[in-house]
């Protein structure tokens, strides 16, 4: 990839589309077999790194570092300021994405499904107990609750029944595009901590790995799609027209100028912004210039 022209979308690219397709379908493969690799995985990723390093790499998609990140380049990179918005929007189709996904699947997370201990046990077994229309199985199993109507709304067994798909994987995934698609030489540590972020949600016992795949792939997908389409490029217009002292004058200049529109099926993001068409002293010139060599 290279740098991304200020309000220009970037080029759509059909590997990338379908790369985010087939990790989305490779997560609900996974799904099937999950009693066979959730323990490995998880026991395997406990004992590789320490709880340290784990912890560390879940702050990357971390509001407070998403914040600091936008605002550096909001205040360093005044060529890649137009991006944030449409980042911001990317952001929002993401986790919009998810957590009706999060809804419509109901999953239990791993201490309520196969790893369910005594506690939470015994805590469904009293919800069981208070509400016998909607009874949850309280054996080691996958349980997928999906939207029913009498679902359980208290605040523990909502939040333990949130596991599918991975936020925390959306919103690495989607953060780690962002990045790379500004700055390319970055692709390599970004997507390392995109990949450890999921990978931590594993070990901690919050999701599955089929969890992680599905989120990261609806992570991807938003991203590419925000940058390779011209609405949020005119969102970020509106917000810069109404705040014009936030860009520098090379980048105001572009404002007003007709975006693009990328070809389908390149790879990588367009290189500049859109030329002109030539003056109509040019066009004369050239007219001549073919008539006289025609004679």
């Not at 137009?82 to 109901?106: C, D, E, Q, R, W």
């Not at 795949?213 to 992570?219: D, P, R, S, T, Y």
Request: with cysteine.
């Amino acid at each position: 990839m290279s740098d991304v022209a200020p309000f220009q979308p970037i080029k759509r690219s059909a590997v990338q589309i379908a790369c985010a397709c087939g990790v989305a379908l490779l997560g609900l493969a996974v799904t099937q077999v999950e009693w066979t690799i959730h323990w490995p995985l998880a026991e395997a990723l406990d004992d590789f790194v320490s709880n340290d390093f784990w912890a560390a790499v879940r702050q990357f998609p971390s509001e407070v570092s998403i914040a600091a990140v936008v605002l550096l380049i909001a205040r360093l990179d005044p060529k890649r300021r137009p991006a944030i918005p449409v980042f911001l929007v990317a952001l929002l189709l993401a986790m919009a994405a998810t957590s009706f996904l999060k809804g419509a699947a109901g999953r239990a997370r791993p201490y309520n499904g196969f790893e369910i201990n005594e506690e939470n046990r015994a805590n469904l077994g009293r919800w069981n107990a208070e509400n016998p229309d909607f009874q949850i199985p309280v054996d080691n199993s996958d349980k997928w609750m999906h939207w029913e109507p009498d679902r359980p709304i208290g605040f523990w067994v909502r939040d333990g029944f949130n596991s599918f798909p991975s936020g925390h994987a959306t919103t690495a995934f989607a953060f780690a595009l962002f990045l790379w698609i500004l700055y390319p030489k970055a692709g390599r540590i970004v997507f390392f901590l995109a990949a450890g972020t999921a990978l931590s949600r594993v070990e901690q016992g919050r999701h599955y790995l089929s969890d992680t795949l599905v989120g990261g792939a609806i992570g991807w997908a938003a991203v590419h799609y925000a940058f390779s389409a011209a609405w949020p490029w005119d969102v970020s217009r509106w917000v810069f027209r109404r705040f014009p002292r936030l860009l520098k004058r090379p980048e105001r200049e572009l404002l007003n100028a007709k975006p693009a529109a990328p070809p389908e099926g390149a790879e990588g993001p367009a290189t500049g912004p859109a030329q002109s068409a030539a003056p109509p002293q040019a066009r004369r010139q050239r007219m001549q210039r073919r008539q006289t060599t025609a004679v």
